[in-house]
């Protein structure tokens, strides 16, 4: 290392030839191991010895040595220079004494920090990983500096790449998960994580930092589990727990797990695998997660008990051992006492004075069945005889409403597949007679689908196919297609609720009432809304287009939204295909508006 000689060179004031002489003649004689591009002094004892005679003198005092070293080797090897020099700190420490290595080191680190760019602090942070756990006191006031006084704009790098505090922010948890293992700062390095964890996007550093602290580790003590379930029940009853999409029923999820995994490396060896957990010594972490499961259950909240049941779905299914061919006796035992606690969880919360809102209750019975579908024991009877009571009207429609034909696809005793096309008609068909029960008249529907919707938003449930459930129930009540066009358009409806449209246009495509709705939609100022009319354009059959349609196309040739005008132009391709509108077709290609999107 050509940099490394050079500062060697400066700080040993000898020759890069007789530096690299003297690295031989030791690593003849077996006190210094190259490992690839690295070389470190062995045994490891002897190597703690010789950095503790450099850096303090007879008296126990820091000579500086240790300043010296930062100096000419700070930039380039900080992260090594860290974790010798922190641990040979963290062990004066204990012995009591009042030197201390580090506070000049951290002074400097500290002031360079404050002056850093973001890709300076993101380098820094990088480095003192190494050293977090033994330094955690410096290590996490340098987080809060982060945190709490973001640097100024970097300039960019490459095109439109540049380092911006989220990648900061990044390097924050990563130091914040190592100082989580220094006992005295676990609870407030966890309780920092989860801030940042509900701040970044979905799976960030933070929020994985929290989940590996959560899992059971072959040569972690328990312990650490107990105080990140001990976290669990405090932060599951705080208001804005579930706002986020890291939510604290993950960090549930890992306490539950079933089965333990390591990755170990050595040299260049991987080694990954699975441990089998000792069920007793985590008892107690799970009895805690269970009780946050419970909490969110009954918490009246459609998304957080929805939420709830999915980490229960996790504790009743069966569990496939990864490496191994088959469960331990110990563990069949344990698991199925899990899962009968799970399922008698289940069903005093279907049972309780105050009913669950349908979503919840839907969720229940589906994964109460599919688990009863596949247990042919007394655990299975208990879990069907709770799905099939579950069977209330507004059960039924929301099951009806966010399900799609896969669903019922199956496998029939001969190995054949059969389509589940005629059992989904099936399912609409009763879910509209029950919404015409329910609701008799179109501005009452129009209430009854708002709702659905609401209950897939909070739930975050994906709908794949909700327009069958409003089509039926237009085709049933064609009166349902002017209530729902005069919500929509006069009306904030949210994103899912205004793809409606698409069936009322789909609906009106031959009457005189389109041009008005399709006209209104087009230049309406809620972009949803021109998306959904922009849909309905998409592989539209030239055979016969209609006059409004082509000034539908028109009207959203120039609009500035590029989701409006890619469905415009796969509708101009299909419209090309008929020879008759292919002139006109063109036309209309040329005059959509062309962006970098």
Known sequence: DK?????????LRLRADQIVRGADVLVAAGILLRGGTLVRIVPDVLSDFLLEQACVNDRGESNFFADAIYKHFGDRYLSN???????????????????????????????????GSAFERKTLLDAIQTCAMLQPAASIRLTHIAVQQPEKPSKTLF????????????????????????????????????????AEAKNGIAAKSLLNLSSYGSYKPVHYNERIAEFLGLVIREPHAFDSPFTPLDIADK??????????????????????????????????????????LMSGSARTATRAVHSLDSVISEHLPRMRSKLSRAEIRWQNAERKFAISMLARAVHRKMPLPAPVLR???????????????????????????????????????????????????????????????????????????????????????????????ETKIDLMEPLQFIELLCTRDPRLCDVLAERILRGKPSRAFADCLRVVLRQFRSS??????????????????????????????????????????????????WWVRQNLLSGIRFLAKDVRWRDRAIKLALSVRVSRE
Request: proline content about 2%; some cysteine; hydrophobic content about 45%.
């Open 363 to 457: 969720q229940i019975r589906h994964s109460l069945t599919w688990f009863a579908d596949r247990t042919k024991n007394w655990l299975g009877t208990a879990a069907r005889k709770i799905a099939e009571a579950l069977n209330g009207d507004f059960v039924e429609i929301f099951d009806a409403f966010v399900s799609t034909e896969w669903g019922f696809d199956s496998i029939n005793q001969k190995g054949e597949y059969v389509s589940g096309g005629d059992k989904r008609r099936d399912q609409l068909q009763r879910a509209a007679v029950l919404m015409e029960n329910l609701y008799t008249t179109p501005a009452a529907k129009v209430v009854g689908i708002e709702q659905l919707y609401a209950w897939a938003s």
């Open 159 to 198: 095109r439109d790449f540049k380092f911006d505090h989220k990648y900061v922010l990044a390097s924050v948890a990563a130091v914040l998960s190592q100082i989580a293992y220094a006992p005295e700062y676990t609870d407030r390095a966890v309780r920092e994580l989860w801030l940042l964890a509900k």
């Open 3 to 11: 940099r490394f000689l050079d500062a060697a060179e400066e700080f």
């Open 512 to 561: 005189p009432k389109y041009r008005k709705i399709a006209q209104a939609a087009a230049v309406h100022r809620d972009v949803n809304i021109v998306r959904a009319a922009a849909a309905t354009l998409f592989r539209i059959d030239p055979d016969p287009v209609t006059d409004e349609e082509l000034e539908l196309f028109r009207l959203l040739s120039k609009h500035k939204d």
């Open 255 to 296: 306490l539950l797990e079933k089965e333990g995994d390591f990755t170990e490396m050595e040299g260049i060896t991987i080694r990954i695998g699975t441990f089998l957990l000792d069920h007793k010594a985590i008892a107690t972490c799970r009895e805690k997660a269970f009780a946050a499961v419970e909490f969110a």
């Open 81 to 115: 220079l860290l974790r010798n020099i922190g641990e040979l700190d963290w062990r004066l420490a204990r012995r009591k004494t009042s030197t201390s290595l580090m506070n000049q080191l951290w002074t400097k680190m500290e002031k360079r920090f404050r002056a």
